[in-house]
């Protein structure tokens, strides 16, 4: 019998993701779900019956065009030029993806080979280590340390080695919060330019900045044409399930990360892709809404963690918080977590699992604060029974 283990081994310890091991522990125990991102709210009325419109007048129904429909393509870069002032061709500088997820599996399987390095801030969004695995290269952590969790441009640089092939960044940052700012942009693009790197950057929170500016790398000197930025509709209109993302960048890299991507899904989302064109040409009043909401929320949900006693890192982005246990006398966030649900009946994620040296977030809790404000305070009214 064969005993070769059934798991291609770059895979190896790469199981179930702790999202659906947590949202799996949620359902199983009826306790609020703040581990996995998701609004417990759809978005935007106008954009969901722009769907039904897209369903009922066969509009994407079957195959659309495999870099995407025209109507989204333009909506992209419509966007990017509106809020960046960065110009793209809809034609062959934009292609829409099955959610941000797949841009960067495409974006790494296309543009990484056997042997390369990459270097990523840690902790990283799981679905990266995987994705790099998955090429054959080797990704190289950033740690990102509380409290502030900034890079060390320094270190950055000593990182960097004949083998490095691609910098792979996010801001704002999943799950930290951490936002980068103008001259650390500008120091990360003038290393790429050096070491003629390639940069593939997820931007997928771009629009949930609370402090400072969001600023994409890809508008530095030198960027543009070495620069793979990947967008994403569900986090900005909370539609989630769509699963509608986009890559940006010039033409051969886009080429490149297209032929990549026509072997995963082909195409997804058509009906969808109509509705998120309209959803990107939403005004300005939505985007701002939308973040002070969210920014209330932040508020909201940070103060609540304090009073029940965690150490609280607020976010500068994104809709996450991440915490540390140690004023709980704890020290391991994944046991934390796995007992939370039967403790208090709220589900957290550890962010210990998305390091590679686990014991440099050991003690850290990351939770959601993308959910209802009587949701949120519950939870946070049941997380005081841990000082109980």
């Not at 009826?30 to 954009?47: H, R, S, V, Y």
């Not at 969790?149 to 996010?170: G, S, V």
């Not at 402090?211 to 793979?228: C, F, K, N, Q, S």
């Not at 569900?234 to 072997?263: C, D, E, H, I």
Request: glycine share 8%; net charge negative.
């Amino acid at each position: 019998m064969n005993t070769r283990p059934l798991l291609n081994r770059r895979l190896d310890g790469l199981g179930t993701t702790i999202f659906a091991e947590m949202s799996a522990l949620a359902t199983a125990t009826g306790a609020i779900n703040l581990g996995q991102g998701f609004p417990d709210t759809d978005g935007p009325e106008e954009i969901r019956e722009a769907a039904v419109r897209a369903l009922r007048e066969g509009k994407g129904n079957q195959y659309p065009p495999g870099p995407g429909v025209p109507e989204l393509r333009t909506a992209i870069a419509e966007h990017q030029q509106r809020f960046y002032d960065l110009s793209f061709d809809p034609d062959t500088e934009v292609l829409v993806t099955a959610g941000a997820t797949e841009a960067i599996a495409a974006s790494m399987l296309a543009l990484l080979e056997p042997g390369d390095e990459v270097i990523a801030f840690e902790p990283f969004y799981d679905s990266y280590a995987a994705c790099i695995a998955m090429a054959g290269a080797q990704r190289v952590p950033l740690t990102l340390r509380a409290p502030s969790f900034r890079p060390d441009l320094d270190e950055l640089r000593a990182k960097i080695t004949p083998r490095t092939r691609l910098l792979l960044l996010n801001t704002p940052h999943n799950p930290t919060g951490m936002v980068l700012t103008a001259d650390e942009l500008s120091a990360i693009a003038a290393l790429a330019v050096e070491h003629d790197l390639l940069v593939v950057t997820d931007e997928v929170y771009e629009h949930l900045v609370f402090e400072g500016t969001h600023r994409p790398i890809a508008a530095l000197p030198g960027m543009r044409e070495r620069t793979v930025t990947i967008g994403s509709a569900g986090k900005t209109f909370s539609y989630t399930g769509w699963k509608v993302g986009w890559v940006t960048a010039s033409g051969p890299l886009v080429s490149a990360v297209r032929t990549a991507k026509q072997y995963l899904t082909y195409v997804s989302a058509g009906p969808f892709q109509y509705a998120v064109a309209e959803a990107l040409r939403l005004p300005d009043s939505y985007f701002d809404t939308f973040r002070t909401d969210l920014g209330r929320r932040r508020d909201l949900l940070g103060d609540g963690l304090r009073a029940a006693g965690f150490e609280v890192y607020e976010p500068q982005g994104t809709y996450f918080i991440t915490t540390d246990i140690t004023p709980f006398g704890e020290k391991d966030a994944y046991a934390f977590c796995r007992a939370l649900p039967e403790r208090c009946g709220v589900v957290a994620v550890p962010n210990s699992v998305f390091y590679d040296d686990p014991d440099a977030g050991r003690s850290q809790v990351r939770f959601t604060f993308c959910k209802k404000d009587n949701v949120l305070q519950e939870a946070t009214e049941r997380l005081r029974r841990l000082n109980a």
